[in-house]
């Protein structure tokens, strides 16, 4: 298993694989009974979020020292689980050896010496660092971005990153087929706590996956963030619909929900295999008005004008790095220049089909002030038409992602 944890390590910080992509893979494809999933899954989602406050404390014991990748994430795991785990530490030291000694028999006795030198070595201090230095380090965010983040949200900052072993599965009820008195019926008869916001928001700590509720599409995983941007925008039956980031279709669904399937909605997406996501998606939840387009946002053109479009940008998800930790070293202030220019693009294409007095939603999964607030100010300026009529900005909490939301009216 520990093999296993070691290989995820690689493939993430020097492949460039998901995290969750990975481990759910990793985990379906191997024999693990329930404590070894649960170990595996928390030694590696541990050693993602705190990789970089992890290589602070082994720096000075391999410092000047070339170490190869798979040697090196043995001894992040070996790190991690001495500092958060309450395992016991021969076992720990022990299990991780052996892993690498099938790989790097040579090896292995180098991991064993570092890693019993950890343990007898005082916890390194980071007490003398500079705030930012601090903040980056403790929380293994990219000093950049931690710059970013604390000079927008000096009081906040730090609740961003606050963990909890509590988690929150999330769905949307499908009022197309059934009602929120069905699925209360159902849940208070199977003795699952659970609560409801907004009428179609459903909250459990039960994951419903595996329950006919899922597998008959009477309830969707979705987001809140999601939910609420189809929620915003508050679309009439018979209205003309774009949602123009589509993939993969859970907000057309929710609009189509909310339509009755009585009128129309254009999904986009850039890439075929998502397209057919929609087409599937559509199938299951009972949605009959949706036609998903493989269509570039930036450039697509039409002959007729929408009463509705939506605009959920592709963003740097700040948002959301409790749930995607490998986000915190793939992005890059770079990145997020570029992702702006995108977010312009589209929205300035997408813009000119906007029926008079139409509503024009934009939502990220951001807290990047320059993709969110900032970016509708300048935009209101260019088209001093838009008025705002509505606006959430939701931070991260311990039960909630962080989000945008803009409601404009055209």
């Known amino acids: 298993m520990f093999n296993k944890v070691i290989n995820t390590l690689v493939s993430i910080f020097n492949e460039g694989a998901y995290t969750n992509i990975i481990v759910s893979s990793t985990i379906n494809s191997s024999n693990f009974n329930d404590t070894e999933k649960k170990l595996y899954t928390k030694l590696v989602y541990g050693v993602v979020e705190n990789k970089l406050l992890i290589d602070y ?18 001894l992040r795991v070996g790190v991690y689980g001495f500092d958060n785990l309450n395992l016991a530490k021969h076992y720990l030291v022990d299990s991780i050896v052996s892993a690498v000694k099938k790989k790097d028999y040579k090896a292995s006795t180098f991991v064993n010496a570092i890693l019993r030198k950890y343990q007898s070595t005082p916890v390194r201090e980071l007490n003398n660092l500079s705030k930012i230095d601090y903040l980056s380090i403790k929380y293994s965010l990219d000093k950049d971005l931690t710059n970013l983040l604390y000079n927008q949200y000096k009081e906040n900052f730090e609740t961003f990153f606050e963990n909890t072993e509590e988690t929150y599965n999330t769905y949307r009820i499908n009022t197309l087929k059934t009602t929120k008195e ?27 996956i595996n ?38 279709g859970s907000k057309s669904m929710h ?148 989000f945008y939301i803009c409601k404009l009216r055209g």
């Open 57 to 74: 404390h082994l720096q000075p014991l391999i410092k000047g020292q070339r170490v190869k990748p798979f040697i090196k994430n043995a």
């Open 182 to 208: 069905n699925i209360e019926d159902y849940l208070n008869k199977e003795n699952i706590e659970y609560t409801i916001t907004n009428e179609v928001i459903l909250q459990t700590k039960k994951s419903l």
């Open 211 to 248: 329950t006919n509720l899922f597998k008959d599409g009477l309830i969707v995983a979705q987001d809140k963030s999601s939910i609420m941007t189809s929620i915003i925008a508050s679309p009439k039956e018979n209205d003309v619909i774009l949602d123009s980031c589509s993939a993969p």
């Open 255 to 402: 609009l189509a929900s909310i339509i009755n399937n009585k009128g129309s909605i254009i999904s986009l997406d850039v890439y075929d295999h998502k397209i057919k996501l929609i087409e599937e998606n559509a199938k299951k939840l009972g949605v009959t008005c949706i036609k998903a387009y493989n269509k570039d946002a930036t450039t697509v053109s039409f002959d007729h004008k929408f009463d509705v479009i939506l605009a959920d940008v592709p963003c740097s998800g700040l948002g959301v790095i409790r749930h995607k930790p490998d986000l915190k070293y793939q992005m890059t202030l770079e990145k997020i220049e570029s992702i702006k220019k995108l977010q312009n693009d589209i929205v300035n294409n997408v813009l000119q089909y906007l029926k008079e007095g139409g509503i024009f939603v934009y939502s990220t999964c951001t807290i990047n002030k320059d993709e969110n607030e900032l970016f509708i100010e300048k935009l209101i300026k260019k088209y001093p038409n838009l008025k705002k009529e509505e606006e959430i900005i939701t931070l991260p909490t311990l039960y909630e992602d962080g």
